[in-house]
T-cell receptor, first 113, second 112 residues
Framework: DTGVSQDPRHKITKRGQNVTFRCDPI?????LYWYRQTLGQGPEFLTY????????KSRLLSDRFSAERPKGSFSTLEIQRTEQGDSAMYLC???????????FGSGTQLSVL | DAKTTQPPSMDCAEGRAANLPCNHS???????VYWYRQIHSQGPQYIIH???NNETNEMASLIITEDRKSSTLILPHATLRDTAVYYC?????????????FGTGTRLTIIP
């Protein structure tokens, strides 16, 4: 168990640029989640995959956000035309059918200038 | 999922037991109580969960009142590494989707 890995750990971008984050879940986990966390708040659910299928999306996930999990393994979260309000920690988590616990990565801290 | 209420912050002396309360007065019969914690600059970490019986594992104990309207997470011998934000979450386990709804949690500071 190598844990959930996220890359990059930090990203600084200018408003209007596109950014992409990657998440590698625990290898045997078929469920993958994206969360967003702003300062002083708990994580907020964004979207959920089971294998390669995106089964749920939060209303927080505007049309500038897109997530993929093409082969049911790693996932990417892309934000187009970033805005200052997108500045947050983006967390990825995974779980398996055998265990209802979520395992979180350390997140990607996005700063939009 | 039922809403929870936690104190925003607590202090505890190193080596003492840390008792973190959580109110969930609207909890329904099939909702479990989960606890996660988040150490600074890391993602949340699962601690423990339970339905109505008290639970214990290598990290903590969970005490749920008989009416299930409140619970207490106990860290028996707190260390400095237990300084973190602790989240109490109530939800119906869904083995198809383990989505969690976090509140703002309790910021626990362990004092040397």
């Amino acid at each position: 168990d190598t844990g959930v890995s996220q890359d990059p750990r930090h990203k600084i971008t200018k408003r209007g640029q596109n950014v992409t984050f990657r998440c590698d879940p625990i290898s045997e986990h078929n469920r993958l989640y994206w969360y967003r966390q702003t300062l002083g708040q708990g994580p907020e659910f964004l979207t959920y995959f089971q294998n390669e299928a995106q089964l749920e999306k939060s209303r927080l996930l505007s049309d500038r956000f897109s997530a993929e999990r093409p082969k049911g393994s790693f996932s990417t979260l892309e934000i187009q035309r970033t805005e200052q309000g997108d500045s947050a920690m983006y967390l990825c988590a995974s779980s398996s059918a055998a265990n209802e616990k979520l395992f979180f990565g350390s997140g990607t801290q996005l700063s939009v200038l | 999922d039922a809403k929870t209420t936690q104190p925003p912050s607590m202090d505890c002396a190193e080596g003492r037991a840390a008792n973190l309360p959580c109110n969930h007065s609207t909890i329904s019969g099939n909702e479990y109580v989960y606890w996660y914690r988040q150490i600074h600059s890391q993602g949340p970490q699962y601690i423990i969960h339970g339905l109505k019986n008290n639970e214990t594992n290598e990290m903590a104990s969970l005490i749920i009142t008989e009416d299930r309207k409140s619970s207490t997470l106990i860290l028996p011998h707190a260390t400095l590494r237990d300084t973190a934000v602790y989240y109490c979450i109530v939800r119906v386990p869904n083995f198809g989707n383990e989505k969690l709804t976090f509140g703002t949690g309790t910021r626990l500071t362990i004092i040397p």
